[in-house]
């Protein structure tokens, strides 16, 4: 899918995103299953609101991750969540 | 094949609990694994028992939480459990026959925060549905999965499959499809509680096995984007046996209607073994320390072959239960494995269904009655009566 600095995801819906205490790390559920989203793959969803731009996305993490150039990893990342179905892009 | 499952799992939490809240159900399914003496168990636990239960599990890091029976339905507090597991964190699912939930308990469920629904049906024909459920609740089940749609749940259609109804896959999933269906289960029976007393009836040929998987594989591409089906073999057909729970004491743990805590669905009938009550103990106390969930765990009650066998790291020896069930000890090798020196148990009872289907053309439904043993409050304390007596 084309995915450019200025779309939008949020999290599929009947997917739950969620910090888990117990296993020290973000998960996302669904019927039947979970995924377990440790390090910067927690830190990527947690930014996925339906509200923020990828280019936004982006400049968060290498604000919060000072000295990495993340962008790459970031759009790997989204682009692979998004081929699995666990976010969509948000419409209008 | 697709699987439905935890992804990278590594941690030894029970992530997984199922709350079998009730053993009551208005269905009497030929094929329930519930245990066989449900009748003669203890009063079902309270509303307070349940949401200690809840906590407790969501302290020891439980995710997914299944609200199961018997039929969940059953329990008129069901609503403020709910309402809990949400506000705890669990990402909740009702597994129902769908009895009893009309537009007034699944508008409090959606309320309350329930996340999915999972609705079992028997088979697509009105006929079949209706014998083998032994009630009339077909129509019924079309009007829940309606309900579901609208309040907007993801839907998960769950057929148990098995010889008498095998045959019908395309219309299973032609029905599944009409009402909208996200995830379609197509599990075949798996041989516990009144499915082993039935087994002989209900264990499917080869043939029918290889003709529902090509016309489920022929209605996956049909459906790809819209519907997800999981089809699960029986394991009889199999030569390696499946990684049951993921392990003993790995990521599973079941609660039973009067407080039981079980590592699988089936286990409290295997002897010896002595399950802790949550009415008595704490769930992390049962988890990490009960010697009954230490039994099988890890690899170190293993004999030969599984003891030398590299592939144990994978299934675990298969499943206790199904050792115990068909060679009478649970720490044997899952007879399902070829390497098991009494997996011709296994293959005698494949042959015995493949001869049944050359002796009737088609299954009849009628004369198969007479010998299937329905799940009900009568048969199962008659059971229950004679396990007592050793004679029996």
């Given at each position: 899918m084309p995915l450019n600095d200025d779309t939008i995801f949020e999290i599929a819906h009947h997917y739950r995103f969620q910090w888990e205490p117990a296993q020290q790390l973000h998960v996302l559920l669904y019927p039947e299953g979970m995924v377990q989203l440790p390090g910067s793959s927690g830190e990527i969803l947690k930014r996925?609101?339906?509200?923020?731009?990828v280019g936004e996305i982006v400049a968060d993490l290498e604000r919060a991750?000072?000295?990495?150039?993340?962008r790459g990893d970031v759009i790997e990342f989204l682009e692979n969540a998004h081929g699995k179905g666990w976010i969509r892009t948000k419409q209008g | 094949m697709e699987k439905a499952g935890f992804e990278q799992s590594k941690v030894n939490l029970p992530l997984w609990l199922l709350a079998?809240?009730?053993?009551?159900?208005?269905l009497h399914c030929v094929?329930?694994?519930?245990?066989?003496?449900?009748?003669?168990?203890?009063e079902e636990m309270s509303t307070e028992d349940w949401l200690r239960v809840l906590r407790q599990g969501r302290e020891l890091g439980a995710t997914q939480l299944g609200f199961s029976?018997?039929?969940?339905?059953?329990?008129?507090d069901l609503e403020i459990l709910v309402a809990e597991a949400r506000r705890l964190g669990y990402y909740s699912n009702l597994i129902t026959?769908?009895?009893?939930?009309d537009e007034r308990r699944i508008a409090a469920f959606k309320e309350g925060g329930l996340d999915h629904i999972q609705v079992s049906f028997q088979d697509s024909t009105r006929e079949m549905n209706d014998f083998l459920?032994?009630?009339?609740?077909f129509d019924l089940k079309q009007k829940v999965a309606r309900l579901v749609k609208k309040y907007d749940y993801p839907m998960v259609l769950n057929v148990v499959l098995h010889k008498l109804n095998i045959d019908h896959v395309q219309q299973i999933l032609e029905m599944a499809e009409q009402l909208e269906a996200e995830y379609v289960e197509l599990a075949n029976t798996q041989y516990y509680g009144w499915a082993w007393l039935n087994r002989d009836k209900l264990l499917p040929s080869r043939d029918q096995l290889q003709r529902a998987e090509e016309i489920t594989n022929n209605f996956r591409q049909h459906a790809a984007n819209r519907m997800k089906i999981y089809f699960v073999v029986?394991?009889?057909?199999?030569t390696r046996p499946k990684p049951c729970m993921s392990g003993w004491g790995a990521v599973f743990l079941c609660i039973t209607a009067d407080g039981v805590a079980l590592?699988?669905?089936?286990?409290?009938?295997?002897?010896?073994l002595n399950f802790p009550s949550v009415r008595d103990h704490d769930l992390r106390w049962i988890w990490h320390d009960s010697p009954a969930f230490n039994t099988?765990?890890?690899?170190?009650?293993m004999k030969e072959p599984c003891r030398s066998c590299p592939e144990k790291v994978k299934d675990?020896?298969?499943?206790r239960c199904q050792a115990y069930l068909m060679t009478?000890?649970?720490?044997?090798?899952?007879?399902?494995?070829?390497?098991?020196?009494?997996?011709g148990l296994v293959t005698d009872a494949v042959e015995r269904a493949a001869k049944r289907e050359r002796d009737s053309a088609k299954p009849q439904v009628k004369r198969a009655a007479d010998a299937l043993l329905f799940r009900d409050d009568a048969n199962s304390l008659r059971l229950a009566d004679a396990n007592k007596q050793p004679s029996a």
């Open positions: 996925v609101n339906g509200a923020a731009r991750f000072p000295g990495a150039d993340l | 079998e809240v009730s053993y009551r159900c208005p094929y329930c694994y519930n245990p066989i003496d449900y009748a003669s168990y203890g029976g018997g039929e969940p339905l059953m329990r008129s026959s769908g009895v009893g939930l459920s032994s009630t009339r609740t029986p394991d009889y057909y199999e590592p699988c669905h089936s286990a409290r009938m295997l002897p010896g099988y765990r890890g690899d170190a009650w675990y020896g298969g499943c009478g000890d649970a720490a044997n090798a899952d007879p399902v494995c070829d390497k098991s020196p009494l997996h």
